[in-house]
């Protein structure tokens, strides 16, 4: 990457009157606002399909678009809508918060009229659609129609055990009871690739690109798993034998469960990393530019006996290590990676990023913890990094201030040279723009100045995370200048 600056900002944390931000209206505004800024990178969160606790890191597909980011206004303007159709439902009732119990039960049936009233548009588009993306929509359609009768259950729940394991009649039979149902859920997919494919074009058009995050790990409640049940570490009965997750940390004492089954990377190897492959190719067809979250897993991951109540007894195992990045590179050329390598590194991961190439990430609320020397001070960085204020995991700057040990927070503020007059957030902003990393990005409710309520995610916990959302009238010409005059100052602009 040349030396540049971009924003973390969510595309459901865009403002809409519809409960939650999309790939509409707001988000060509965002693209401009970034572009006045001197921005060049969009980094957002993953987009697939949220289940339950709304995490965008479980996800019912790793190849399928969030409905909740199909706007309805572009809906409105093809004539697949009505305004009426719409202000018949409510989507929540705070612009500041996603209320995801009420756009749950609204959207989807906003969605079915539309889907209804496209029934009698040309199918010609939707056909193509289908036949490109065989690959993986049908799987994702048929789970989602079938998950629907059995009440949403996960899949290893479902009370037939043919449909469960996939017996070939069972499938054919679901096929022909559900084929409405199914052609659904593969007109959502239809409608929010057109409009991201139209969106992704307009963000490029302003010379940003979008950075994309890929979850390493699918969700057990998954098409995915579902329907590739050899790729992953299951019995003979498809439950997880062990399950994913990290050891206690910074963020938990008793580490992070996260329930995702883990990959027979043996089964893997023998078949060429080709299910992977076929996954990076997608998420490079979608972003400019893709994190890999957990990346320290390729090295190296933490397997945790499942069932387990929490993430204490679980042990390290290898990855596929060097070899699965070289065959990527011959199988998919290069590809521009971030590689989400942030906890306890062991020489073996560090010697895995160093191989691969792929700059790392850098947290700046990490470099001053009791004020000891670690490798998030910035005085410790290579170019070939990416640094950040937070991410989606941590408090935001001002929460952190409110919360940290006061030891920690005044080595910041010296370190940083931080005034009263500046602001502790635009401190830190300032100094990850002064690093010799080639890539600073800021989360937006860190430049906006905003507290802990603010806050997108915290590890471990259920319950009132990815939420926030921006005020319409925070994007202002002079925040925009502020952050301009700032990129051009550390020279991450370029003509």
């Not at 479902?158 to 996939?166: G, K, L, P």
């Not at 998954?222 to 498809?238: I, K």
């Not at 997750?245 to 910074?250: L, S």
């Amino acid at each position: 990457m040349s030396r540049c600056a971009g924003i973390l900002m969510p595309i459901t944390s865009l403002p809409s009157p519809y409960g939650i931000g999309t790939i509409g209206k707001e988000a060509y505004k965002f693209a401009d606002f970034l572009k006045k800024s001197g921005q060049t990178i969009w980094q957002i969160l993953p987009v697939g399909p949220t289940s339950y606790g709304d995490s965008p890191y479980q996800s019912f597909s790793t190849y399928a678009g969030n409905p909740y980011m199909i706007d309805l206004d572009m809906l409105v303007e093809e004539g697949l809508l009505k305004k009426a159709d719409i202000k018949k439902y409510n989507f929540g009732t705070n612009p500041g918060y996603v209320d995801y119990e009420q756009i749950y039960n609204s959207r989807f049936e906003v969605l079915r009229i539309a889907f209804d009233n496209f029934k009698e548009q040309d199918q010609t588009a939707f056909r193509s659609f289908k036949r490109r993306n065989c690959s993986w929509l049908g799987n994702y359609s048929l789970y989602m129609a079938v998950k629907k009768s059995f009440g949403m259950k996960a899949w290893t729940e479902w009370e037939d055990e043919a449909i469960r394991v996939r017996e070939e009649k069972a499938v054919a039979k679901y096929k022909r009871k559900y084929a409405d149902e199914i052609n659904f859920w593969s007109f959502l997919q239809f409608k929010f690739y057109e409009q991201w494919e139209k969106f992704r074009a307009y963000v490029n058009s302003k010379g940003i690109k979008l950075l994309g995050d890929m979850p390493i790990y699918v969700a057990m409640d998954s098409a995915d798993t579902w329907a590739n049940p050899e790729v992953f570490w299951l019995d003979e009965y498809r439950n997880p034998v062990c399950v994913a997750g990290c050891p206690p940390d910074y963020f938990s004492a008793t580490g992070q469960l996260w329930g995702n089954p883990l990959y027979n990377w043996e089964y893997l190897k023998e078949t060429g990393y080709d299910w992977w492959f076929k996954r990076i190719k997608a998420a490079d067809a979608l972003f400019d530019i893709t994190r890999i979250d957990h990346f320290r897993a390729f090295d190296s991951y933490y397997a945790i006996p499942y069932p387990a109540e929490n993430a204490i007894n679980g042990s390290w195992m290898e990855g596929p290590g060097i070899e699965f990045f070289n065959l990527m590179r011959e199988k998919l050329g290069d590809i521009e990676i971030v590689a989400e390598d942030l906890g306890t590194l062991t020489p073996g991961v560090i010697q895995l990023l160093k191989d691969s190439g792929y700059p790392g990430m850098k947290v700046l609320e990490f470099a001053f913890d009791s004020g000891e020397e670690n490798d998030y001070l910035p005085h410790r960085y290579t170019e070939n990094c990416v640094v950040y204020s937070g991410t989606h995991d941590n408090d935001t700057l001002m929460g952190w201030k409110a919360s940290a040990k006061e030891q920690d927070i005044q080595h910041a503020i010296n370190y940083c040279g931080i005034t009263e007059e500046e602001g502790f957030n635009w401190g830190i902003i300032r100094t990850a723009y002064a690093s010799v990393a080639d890539t600073a990005i800021i989360q937006m409710q860190d430049i906006l100045g905003l507290g802990s309520e603010a806050r997108m995610n915290t590890p471990s916990t259920l319950g009132g995370n990815w939420e926030w959302r921006i005020d319409k009238q925070a994007l202002t010409k002079e925040l925009a200048a502020k952050l301009k005059e700032m990129v051009v100052t550390y020279n991450r602009l370029e003509d």
